[in-house]
């Protein structure tokens, strides 16, 4: 990061951008640290840029997961345990493991536990980063819909209350409508006619 780069307007805190992009606010240090992603220093702390967050967070799913095919061309099973699917499709041992448990996978029975099915594992967490950055590209929190539009984020939750802006659950509550945010504040800053009166 040079001193003359200029801060884009989607400057949010670590802590904001990690949670919707669903990645741990370490990792996004890290990607600072390396200089895989750009920081600014404010009176809010560190800033990041909400869509470079985002398109790193889709990124960790090895596109086209190389290492499920490489598994699959060596004569690999179907199903494999928890902790290898997540090994080669980039996730977490834990969320695997989950989606095994309810059903989102299939299973079958091993010699030491429960196993997952390899491509199904790799398709949803394929369908699950696609979806993370599409939303990130309409839905924010209301605090992210805040720093773009300069109003406050009170009166935000107060439009997806009043059904003024759409709204969608969230992994950490509820998301507003960026586009839908920015016509409301665009209504705002309109100047009000006045009438003369005769």
């Given at each position: 990061m040079s001193a003359q780069e200029q801060e884009p307007g989607d400057c949010v805190p670590v802590a904001v951008a990690a949670r919707a992009a669903g990645?741990?606010?370490s990792r996004v240090y890290t990607w600072v640290e390396r200089r895989q992603l750009s920081a600014w220093t404010s009176t809010r702390g560190r800033l990041v840029s909400q869509a470079a967050v985002l398109a790193l967070a889709a990124a960790l799913i090895p596109e086209p997961a190389v290492g499920v095919q490489d598994a699959r061309s060596a004569a690999a099973p179907?199903?494999?345990s928890?902790?290898?699917?997540?090994?080669?499709?980039?996730l977490l041992r834990s969320a695997v493991a989950y989606w095994?448990?309810?059903g989102m996978v299939r299973t079958a029975a091993g010699p030491?536990?429960?196993?997952?099915?390899?491509?199904?594992?790799?398709?949803?967490a394929r369908a699950r980063a696609a979806h993370r950055a599409d939303q990130g590209r309409e839905y924010v929190t209301p605090g992210i819909a805040a720093a773009r539009t300069k109003v406050h984020v009170a009166t935000i939750r107060g439009w997806g209350k009043q059904g003024r802006v759409r709204t969608q659950a969230g992994p950490h509550g509820q998301l507003v409508h960026l586009a839908d945010v920015e016509a409301r504040a665009a209504e705002r800053s309109r100047p009000m006619s006045t009438e003369s009166t005769v």
């Open positions: 990645v741990p606010t179907e199903f494999v928890p902790a290898r699917a997540a090994q080669l499709v980039g095994g448990r309810t030491y536990g429960h196993l997952v099915h390899l491509a199904d594992v790799d398709a949803l």
